[in-house]
């Protein structure tokens, strides 16, 4: 679930006349957090990514890290990154999203 209706639809009206830029989302295998052990791809990432680009509006990924949550890398071996994948996991599905969507141009 990405945000309720209200906040949705909140965003759906500035968009409809101001540029809308996502800068801070994501979501990560916590066992913490709502979605634990589903698809947080299919019910989280693709939909809430999939409305934003509907209307008109762009995003980026909140950090390329491996300390701040939620975390797109872990530390391997000898200091280097390695790529987050899976369904619960935003790292592998960023890369991919913006991986399809090269060479399309922002709205604004």
Not at 39 to 49: K, R, V
Not at 72 to 77: R, S, Y
Not at 83 to 107: E, H, I, S
Request: aromatic share 12%; glycine share 14%; hydrophobic share 35%.
């Amino acid at each position: 679930h990405y945000g309720s209706a209200g906040n949705r639809s909140q965003v759906e009206k500035c968009a409809a006349v101001n540029p809308v830029v996502m800068t801070e989302w994501g979501f990560d295998h916590d066992p913490n957090q709502p979605g634990e052990n589903t698809n947080l791809i299919g019910s989280y990432g693709q939909p809430m990514l999939t409305w934003l680009e509907a209307m008109g509006g762009s995003w980026t990924g909140w950090c390329a890290s491996d300390s701040w949550l939620p975390k797109m890398f872990t530390n391997g071996a000898n200091g280097s990154w390695v790529l987050m994948t899976g369904q619960d996991n935003m790292g592998g599905f960023v890369k991919d999203w913006l991986y399809t969507n090269r060479g399309v141009k922002a709205p604004f």
